[in-house]
């Protein structure tokens, strides 16, 4: 047995089996349904070598962050790799990531190359429309922080939290929920109202 988190249990040959990749994913035929591009750029984007050394982020509260993270670590962000938003393009995040000596690593507009697949496949398999994109990257962040990389010998939620993480919880994107009213209720009363 294989153990990366706590509450999933894999043996070697349940991972083998996992190599398969689902019609969703699938980027060697024409029937993959959640990520159609162009191809891919020939020069590779830099890889981060230690925590905070870049962030990738679309947040808009940026410097609240970078200050906590950079306090948590005691180390320095030296690179931020956002989108093209108004929130990043302006000149009170340009000074202030001066003043930091942070660099601001903006993507190429209209390059889906540089979108992460695993949004797309989410709301593809899903069946999710448009509007939980927001959603489907959350999920996937927290996934892809669950799961072993290349460049770490754990996964980053470990390295981060000094801990494995534990998926016991974990549901498929997309499932069904509800909310529970909290507050007063009748005797007989549906929690689900």
């Known amino acids: 047995m294989i153990t990366i988190c706590e509450g999933v249990k894999l043996s070697s040959k349940k991972l083998e089996v996992l190599k398969t990749v689902c019609e969703v994913c699938h980027t060697h035929t024409h029937t993959q349904r959640a990520k159609q591009t162009r191809l891919k750029f020939e020069d590779a984007r830099t890889r981060a070598k230690r925590p905070l050394e870049i962030i990738h982020t679309d947040l808009y509260y940026l410097k609240e962050y970078v200050n906590q993270v950079e306090v948590h670590w005691n180390s320095k962000v030296s690179k931020i790799r956002c989108d093209n938003g108004k929130e990043f393009l302006n000149k009170d995040v340009q000074i202030w990531c001066k003043r930091k000596v942070i660099i601001l690593d903006n993507t190429i507009p209209y ?77 007989l009363e549906d929690s689900k109202k």
């Open 111 to 187: 390059t889906p190359q540089q979108n992460g697949k695993a949004e797309s496949a989410l709301l593809c398999d899903s069946s999710l429309g448009k509007e939980m994109w927001r959603e489907a990257l959350y999920c996937s962040t927290y996934i892809l922080n669950r799961l072993p990389t290349d460049t770490l010998e754990c996964t980053p939620y470990e390295m981060w939290e000094k801990r494995k993480p534990n998926l016991k919880k974990m549901q498929i994107f997309g499932s069904t929920a509800y909310v529970k009213t909290l507050g007063p209720l009748k005797k």
